[in-house]
T-cell receptor
Framework: SAVISQKPSRDICQRGTSLTIQCQVD?????MFWYRQQPGQSLTLIAT?????????ESGFVIDKFPISRPNLTFSTLTVSNMSPEDSSIYLC????????????????FGPGTRLTVL | DAKTTQPTSMDCAEGRAANLPCNHS???????VYWYRQIHSQGPQYIIH???NNETNEMASLIITEDRKSSTLILPHATLRDTAVYYC????????????FGKGTKLSVKP
């Protein structure tokens, strides 16, 4: 299995500022994703973090608002830019495809999440 | 990926079996049924998955109907710590794409 850590675990920010969330995995993985979970809601995919190239964003999410980096196979960052209270959510990092894993099934692992409150 | 339908909420008495249903009537032949759960304020946790045979692990059992249009997750002896939102997801087994989450079932285990 993969162990995923996220920093910070929670933060309270002022509107108009930006916050960068870090995701570190203890092993190399093929795919890394960022999800958002708004209060009382299910998880929504923001984007797929691609190593060495621009992230692939889902409908409704744009790079200017949620810039993502993935410099290697174990690390990614998500920045929430120019924050507003509507950005208050839990942001989760997720990974699929451990290096060396074979077979038809690829388990998806999730980090503990970063709880963001924007005032 | 096929759409899944789950009840919004369920209650279960502590120590009894919790049976969580899921409908996936449009599931295709190469799609697996995955179950995850999310305990309050934590990231989702993998429980079990299956294609067409029933599966069991240390956490739960998964019963898939012969026509694969529905399944049931069984927690044999529910504890208070099993209170969580349970998500049933259909996805191609070989895919390295992301899981698409529905609203899930909020299971409340009561003493």
């Amino acid at each position: 299995s993969a162990v995923i850590s996220q920093k910070p675990s929670r933060d309270i920010c002022q509107r108009g500022t930006s916050l960068t969330i870090q995701c570190q995995v203890d092993s190399q993985v093929t795919m890394m994703f960022w999800y958002r979970q708004q209060p009382g809601q299910s998880l929504t995919l923001i984007a797929t973090a691609n190593q060495g190239s621009e992230a692939t964003y889902e409908s409704g999410f744009v790079i200017d608002k949620f810039p993502i980096s993935r410099p290697n196979l174990t690390f990614s960052t998500l920045t929430v830019s120019n924050m507003s209270p509507e950005d208050s959510s839990i942001y989760l990092c997720s990974v699929v495809g451990l290096a060396g894993e074979v077979g038809v099934y690829n388990e998806q692992f999730f980090g503990p999440g970063t709880r963001l409150t924007v005032l | 990926d096929a759409k899944t339908t789950q009840p919004t909420s369920m209650d279960c008495a502590e120590g009894r079996a919790a049976n969580l249903p899921c409908n996936h009537s449009t599931i295709s032949g190469n799609e697996y049924v995955y179950w995850y759960r999310q305990i309050h304020s934590q990231g989702p946790q993998y429980i079990i998955h299956g294609l067409k045979n029933n599966e069991t692990n240390e956490m739960a059992s998964l019963i898939i109907t012969e026509d694969r249009k529905s399944s049931t997750l069984i927690l044999p002896h529910a504890t208070l710590r099993d209170t969580a939102v349970y998500y049933c997801i259909a996805r191609t087994g070989g895919s390295q794409g992301n899981l698409i989450f529905g609203k899930g079932t909020k299971l409340s285990v009561k003493p």
